[in-house]
T-cell receptor, first 114, second 115 residues
Framework: EAQVTQNPRYLITVTGKKLTVTCSQN?????MSWYRQDPGLGLRQIYY???????DKGDVPEGYKVSRKEKRNFPLILESPSPNQTSLYFC?????????????FGPGTRLTVL | GDSVTQMEGPVTLSEEAFLTINCTYT??????LFWYVQYPGEGLQLLLK?????DKGSNKGFEATYRKETTSFHLEKGSVQVSDSAVYFC??????????????FGKGTKLSVKP
């Protein structure tokens, strides 16, 4: 089944403790992206990647890192999480990242930073 | 910069009522327009899209027409069901942007349909 998977689905952590949220897609997509969803703000893009070893900042990249060593994986790294990073995170992918491409979303990771 | 504005929710309707969710956009280039739907506890999934002016996207009884003259992409359904209860997001991706695939979302409209 074609899908985008994220792990973990739920995470509660404390300020400053490094964490990684994994994202994997099995559709051989070149484009991958991370978003955060907050009440009243909709979805905002954190980082995106057009292909392996190519990453770029989205609208809200501060406090986050990403890597794209393999086509299928695009982990989101929080080196020193803070409470304002408490949010619902979504990974997405599309075939080429073109303007007409459909993006496929993972199920989401709900992160709470205490 | 590019932006999407959609009507504030929540919207509460009775089953079989007519639905309209307004969406307008601002874009420097020539965008593609999308409606995504998020059912409770799930990720977003594409509902419909339109890639050029006057195109009509449709799926599951929902429709939206790309109106360049009014920069709008309103979502409509003639008869909603309880199963349509979800959050609906209007979004655009701009061909003239540095990364064409980046989606810009509206804030979402929560729809609740009562039996």
């Amino acid at each position: 089944e074609a899908q985008v998977t994220q792990n973990p689905r739920y995470l509660i952590t404390v300020t400053g403790k490094k964490l990684t949220v994994t994202c994997s897609q099995n559709m051989n997509h070149e484009y991958m992206s991370w978003y955060r969803q907050d009440p009243g703000l909709g979805l905002r893009q954190i980082y995106y990647s057009m292909n392996v070893e190519v990453t770029d900042k989205g609208d809200v990249p501060e406090g986050y890192k990403v890597s794209r060593k393999e086509k299928r994986n695009f982990p989101l790294i929080l080196e020193s999480p803070s409470p304002n990073q408490t949010s619902l995170y979504f990974c997405a992918s599309s075939l080429y990242g073109g303007a007409v491409d459909t993006q496929y979303f993972g199920p989401g990771t709900r992160l709470t930073v205490l | 910069g590019d932006s999407v504005t959609q009507m504030e929710g929540p919207v509460t309707l009775s089953e079989e009522a007519f639905l309209t969710i307004n969406c307008t956009y601002t874009a420097t280039g020539y965008p593609s327009l999308f409606w995504y739907v998020q059912y409770p506890g799930e990720g977003l999934q594409l509902l419909l899209k339109a890639t050029k002016a006057d195109d009509k996207g449709s799926n599951k009884g929902f429709e939206a027409t790309y109106r360049k003259e009014t920069t709008s992409f309103h979502l409509e359904k003639g008869s909603v069901q309880v199963s349509d209860s979800a959050v609906y997001f209007c979004a655009l991706s701009d061909r003239d942007g540095g990364s064409q695939g980046n989606l810009i979302f509206g804030k979402g409209t929560k729809l609740s349909v009562k039996p």
